[in-house]
């Protein structure tokens, strides 16, 4: 017999007082009363332990928001633009007024199986900054968000020399994409030629 089915039948068949059930089986009285007060709003179902999930999930977002940002990667990823959690997350609020944490766009990812959920991590030492010898040896773009006044969106690209760390031109677009990217190199090049290599992280743009 359980600890609880023993302390409740002391006190209800037995006629023991809460006090003297508690100090016979060392208990709290606040547990004695507790156990016997869910016995007798749920009689014998009062014996089985009760979930520990708790009854809401506050972090927990609408399906309909979900099925949003699913959209939106697609849409982004399409367009051959950033689709990752950030990106995610400034599309919903710009464009639907809506919210969201970016991790809790990750986990959701995750959890449909569009993202890897532990993705390896990055070694320390491609965090080590480096310049190269020569101009034009390496050549790196980039680009970034931009809000402007009038609530407008903006993305500005930058190809950077690596020797130089001299912006070679700086753009701004409403987005930025694949020909945009290439239509901006070739313009580059055109002015202060081509490089040996190019260094960026915009995924398919």
Known sequence: MSLRR???LSVVLEGRTQAQTAGDYQVSRATVSRWVARYR????AAFEPRSRRPRTTPAAIPAD???LAVNLRSELESEGLDAGPHT???????RHHITVSPSTIR?????????????????????VRFAADLPNEM??????????????????ITWLDDHSR??????????????IAADTFAETADQHGFPASVLTDNAMA
């Open 107 to 127: 986990r959701r990812l995750a959890e449909l199986g569009l993202v890897e959920p532990n993705p390896k991590k990055r070694p320390k030492s491609s965090y």
């Open 6 to 8: 023993s302390v409740v």
């Open 41 to 44: 709003s749920e009689g014998d």
């Open 166 to 179: 001299f912006a070679l031109p700086v753009s701004a677009h409403r987005r930025i994409t694949g020909p």
């Open 139 to 156: 050549r790196q773009s980039d680009f970034t968000h931009w809000r402007p006044a009038d609530g407008s969106t903006t993305e500005i």
């Open 65 to 67: 928001t979900v099925d």
């Open 88 to 94: 995610i997350c400034w599309h919903l609020r710009q």
